[in-house]
């Protein structure tokens, strides 16, 4: 198992564009594979590095023999994926700028040693921007 080449995938179960877009145009990842239209798009932090997220389309996902789509759509926050930072502030302004909406202002949390703040994906997956250098 390879767990230090992990890739985080979404599935987009609401509105594919949206979320390409929110990625694009507000993250500011690079479509390596696939576009607006899905199923699936692989993204890159710059063109010249390899992909390190995606989306994928939930309703694509039955090609699995055996996979079932949960109902609901309320966010369950079993999974968090953590965005490290050496920028934390400065990170924060140019995502908020770009419209990204969070839940609070960047804070030190004595217990876990850092600084971090939260966001959600049109999806309403949770991000975590952190860091962790004890500054």
Known sequence: MKFNET???ILVR???GECFEFYTQKMGLIPVWGDRNGPYTSFAVSSDT???F???LGDAMPMFQGYKQPDGDTPTDTL???IPTLDLDGDYLRLKEAGVTFIGEPQFIEEWGM???YFRDPEGNL???ND????
């Open 115 to 117: 600084r971090c703040t």
């Open 14 to 16: 609401k509105n594919y």
């Open 7 to 9: 890739t985080v995938r």
């Open 80 to 82: 968090v994926a953590v």
């Open 132 to 135: 962790a250098s004890g500054v």
């Open 50 to 52: 390899p992909p390190c």
């Open 54 to 56: 995606a989306i994928f």
């Open 127 to 129: 991000f975590e921007l």
